[in-house]
């Protein structure tokens, strides 16, 4: 019980970011970040914030509402019917409209935004940028969905892309979608046996893929990489389309190989017409990252996904066309799919496309390109930003970045130390958002674009409209009131833009999501959370990580983020490892800011020391950890997510299991032999 009082202390008193008016009306912002302690009288606000009441009206008056936000989207035919909900959990989104997402996000901006940039490359790997016009873009996609046609690609067939991050990759993903062809992205760093799996999911007929990609100046090639799986692959493709960077030499497989830049050539101005597709028809396949098992093929409309996008680029991001927008996600993630390609393209912005790391040629390269690109909404990740920490912390400041309306970070816990350390620094709004790839847009954030109300350090806000998100009783199923700990779960349906289904196992889609909740046919998001007394979420860390000691269940995030409060630690990890007298014990893997300082062993002693009294300080001494290790790296998959799961089972002696979507195994030998 202490330990609970405590923790809502500590969320109360979460710093709250205060943003004037003015950010809602589009005008330069004053941030005024106070120390303001929430007030009790704030604790006893009677009525419901803008976010909340949009919140209510999405959940209480569905039709009214999606049919409202369905006006964002080009549809050829209209929708009879705003939600068919007669087959629970499966939901299909306006009925019987047709419509295109290529469509929505290219030609329909042609007629008032032709010239203007619609897709900018910078890669700092290469030293190469291009602008794309709106226009430019049309021709690029037509081109690319008429070689694709010209190989038999039709309406429903898969095509995969293996991409680094060039342009040729948006073009494909458009021009599957002209097509009516499903994409399967597949990023860019996973190996063959990765890739081989992916390939036998989706069996495509195409697979679209480049000589090389380039991280950090080192060239990856990936043309050996898709022979390999294609050679591992049951259902391999008939064709592969090359984009030939020129990095790596290769033989094209004779029949089989199709090279881009001649076909370009052959298809220059051709016109593919469109495929207007029925709303629930799939748009493309897209796997979750693997932290916690085996990676889930996530299914998605077109319509739904189309709307979700559209209302989001406004309500959630809090833009306009003709704005700019940089998201430093990779395509092969969710977060690429929704906000690097067809939501600013959809909302009709202009989008960043960058090659490259957060700290190469210097940790001032995405706030250089801010100025340089005017850039009015970013879009990262926990992770980037946490990098960035053991940076110069002079280089948030160098650049012009008041055309940056604010910060959005997800994927991963945005601590509050993290949250406070960018937030200084950048000096614009950090907005943490909540969701998953199964999701597909924000479940949890704040929403500049509805009211600007002030967001609490370490909360990602309130739940987004459309997503009826509650607090569970994982044993029973009942509903959890304020401050208490349960697994955040959804009454379905789920709302547009969500996973409509797991790609060919409607089953496994019934069975790993709604089936984990007691009594209650609920989509459960596997993770745990609370919400405090105003109705901000706070997520704890995944159900799995719970830990058990002595009785009292902690998130992992709880103590990490205590953790991450040392000044001298960049980021932490902490598991629970079985004890015989405890249940479980925390230990904690600590990488430092500047591991240089500590280079005695008494210093990192006394340093373990002054972190252990920390958690003591902020959560109580049940928490503390049993051991706090240093480590220059966390074993993380390679979307920047720790896998705990692999440093529990190391720890305890046993097999961490798949690793297929580690990003560097080396970071789990160091926590193996910091033991
Ligand atoms: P898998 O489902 O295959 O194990 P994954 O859950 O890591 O992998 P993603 O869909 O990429 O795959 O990640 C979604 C998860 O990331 C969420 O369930 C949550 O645990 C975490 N997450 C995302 N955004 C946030 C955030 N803002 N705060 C806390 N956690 C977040
Ligand atoms: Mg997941």
Known sequence: MKLLQMIEKKQRNSRVV???ESLVQGLPVT?????????KKALERPTMNPIQATHQRSIQQKDAFWREEAAGVHWETPFTEVLDYSNPPFARWFVGGRTNLCFNAVDRWLDTQADDPALVWVSTEVEQEVTY????????VNAVAAMLQAQGVVRGDRVLIYMPMVPEAVFAMLACARLGAIHSVVFGGFASVNLA?????????????????????????????????????????????VVNRGLFAFEPVAGRDLDYASLRHQYEGAVVPVTWLESSEPSYVLYTSGTTGKPKGVQRDTGGYAVALASSMQRIFNGKPGDTYLCTSDIGWVVGHSYIVYGPLIGGQTTILYEGTPVRPDGGILWS????????????????????????ESLLKKYDLSTLRALYLAGEPLDEPTAQWISDGLGRPIIDNYWQTETGWPILAAQPGIANVPTKFGSPSFPVYGFDVRVLNEETGADLGPNQKGVVAIVPPLPPGAMTTIWGDDARFVETYFSSVPGRQVYSTFDWGSKDDDGYWFILGRTDDVINVAGHRLGTREIEESINCHAAVAESAVVGIADQLKGQVAVGFAVLKDAGLFSQSEQLLKLEGDIMRLVDEQLGPVARPARVRFVTALPKTRSGKVLRRAIVAVCEGRDPGDLTTIEDPSALEQIKDSL
Not at 133 to 140: N, V
Not at 199 to 209: E, F, G, L, T
Not at 369 to 392: G, Q, Y
């Open 31 to 39: 941030i005024l970040v106070q120390k303001a302690i929430f007030a």
């Open 369 to 392: 390109l801010v100025e340089r690109f005017k850039v009015n909404t970013m879009f990262s990740a926990p992770t980037a930003i946490r990098v960035l920490k053991k940076h110069d």
């Open 133 to 140: 016009s709106r226009r430019d873009l049309y021709r690029e």
């Open 197 to 241: 799996q992916r390939i036998d999911d989706a069996s495509p007929k195409v697979i679209v893929c480049a000589d090389a990609g380039s991280r950090g100046g080192k060239v990856t090639p990936y043309k050996p990489l898709l022979d390999k799986a294609i050679a591992l692959a049951q259902r391999p493709p008939a064709k592969v389309l």
């Open 18 to 20: 205060a943003r004037s």
